[in-house]
């Protein structure tokens, strides 16, 4: 297997595809870098090198007991960035891969990057707290924790109906589809599965939104029941200084595979632009 090696030894899987100026894709909870494929394919034809790697805990990569806090994810980003030589790089972060984004532009002072992309990213804080009113509910995070303790295939069931708006007759997914990614989610530690959902509910980015100092794209659907919208990417275009919001209207959390061909293209003329 392609993998890098972190500071403390967890193993990464890597895929390492097409040649031109490096974007580097970060999947969101509780995927892997497969979740990328289509996006990974549209860009490497369209004369660039992707990179997307499996979260530690996650995927293909090792399991270890700790390191999901994010200034240690951020510090894994950091060693596929070295690692694999990506200069002036896009760094392309889903969901809970927005905050890795986030963290390495402020721990890492954006090093090596030329853009950012933010999709369905749960910036800038996802718990509700006093000054944060329009978070959600630590209690409803502690659910989730419970589930995933009882019955982790049952649990992921019911949220990836949520995560791709099953219900929704524009942007219909097939029982395939549902199955595949609860697959790719079973393929994670149970330990990896919960720190991580601890991690970005309760790690506050606000502070780390000027870290922001090259073009950044944020993406998100009005739709998404998982991360919601106006708590998340319309407060994080405000806070971020060179950001472009683009809302898809009735579009749910996965935009990755209910949107593939729109995203797809947005990503691509995000990229064509000059930084």
Same mark, same amino acid.
């Given at each position: 297997?392609?993998?890098?090696?972190?500071?403390?030894?967890?193993?990464?899987?890597?895929?390492?595809?097409?040649?031109?100026?490096?974007?580097?894709?970060?999947?969101?909870?509780?995927?892997?870098?497969?979740?990328?494929?289509?996006?990974?394919?549209?860009?490497?034809?369209?004369?660039?090198?992707?990179?997307?790697?499996?979260?530690?805990?996650?995927?293909? @990569?090792?399991? +270890?007991?700790?390191?999901?806090?994010? &200034?240690?994810? !951020?510090?894994?980003?950091? =060693?596929?960035?070295? #690692? $694999?030589?990506?200069?002036?790089?896009?760094?392309?972060?889903?969901?809970?891969?927005?905050?890795?984004?986030?963290?390495?532009?402020?721990?890492?002072?954006?090093?090596?990057?030329?853009?950012?992309?933010?999709?369905? @990213?749960?910036? +800038?804080?996802?718990?509700?707290?006093? &000054?944060?009113? !329009?978070?959600?509910?630590? =209690?409803?995070?502690? #659910? $989730?924790?419970?589930?995933?303790?009882?019955?982790?295939?049952?649990?992921?069931?019911?949220?990836?109906?949520?995560?791709?708006?099953?219900?929704?007759?524009?942007?219909?997914?097939?029982?395939?589809?549902?199955?595949?990614?609860?697959?790719?989610?079973?393929?994670?530690?149970?330990?990896?599965?919960?720190?991580?959902?601890?991690?970005?509910?309760?790690?506050?980015?606000?502070?780390?939104?000027?870290?922001?100092?090259?073009?950044?794209?944020?993406?998100?659907?009005?739709?998404?029941?998982?991360?919601?919208?106006?708590?998340?990417?319309?407060?994080?275009?405000?806070?971020?200084?060179?950001?472009?919001?683009?809302?898809?209207?009735?579009?749910?959390?996965?935009?990755?595979?209910?949107?593939?061909?729109?995203?797809?293209?947005?990503?691509?003329?995000?990229?064509?632009?000059?930084?």
């Amino acid at each position: 297997m392609n993998t890098i090696e972190t500071p403390d030894k967890t193993r990464l899987y890597v895929k390492d595809w097409g040649e031109g100026p490096p974007v580097i894709l970060i999947h969101g909870w509780p995927l892997s870098a497969d979740s990328w494929d289509d996006q990974a394919m549209a860009i490497a034809a369209a004369g660039h090198r992707v990179i997307a790697y499996d979260r530690r805990g996650f995927g293909r @990569s090792t399991q +270890p007991w700790s390191g999901y806090d994010y &200034d240690t994810l !951020a510090d894994d980003l950091a =060693a596929v960035i070295q #690692q $694999t030589g990506a200069q002036d790089a896009t760094l392309v972060g889903f969901s809970m891969g927005g905050g890795e984004v986030a963290r390495y532009m402020a721990r890492y002072g954006g090093k090596s990057v030329a853009k950012c992309a933010l999709l369905s @990213s749960i910036l +800038p804080y996802r718990l509700k707290t006093g &000054d944060n009113p !329009a978070g959600t509910e630590q =209690a409803a995070f502690d #659910q $989730t924790a419970e589930g995933l303790k009882a019955d982790r295939a049952l649990f992921f069931t019911g949220f990836f109906k949520t995560f791709f708006g099953d219900d929704s007759a524009e942007r219909p997914v097939s029982a395939e589809l549902l199955e595949w990614a609860r697959g790719i989610a079973l393929q994670a530690s149970l330990k990896a599965t919960i720190e991580c959902m601890r991690s970005f509910s309760s790690t506050d980015f606000r502070g780390d939104l000027a870290a922001f100092t090259v073009p950044t794209l944020i993406i998100h659907g009005t739709a998404d029941k998982t991360v919601p919208i106006a708590a998340s990417s319309r407060v994080a275009a405000q806070g971020i200084a060179h950001s472009t919001l683009i809302e898809y209207d009735s579009a749910p959390h996965g935009l990755f595979a209910t949107d593939k061909a729109r995203l797809s293209g947005d990503l691509l003329a995000f990229l064509a632009r000059a930084a």
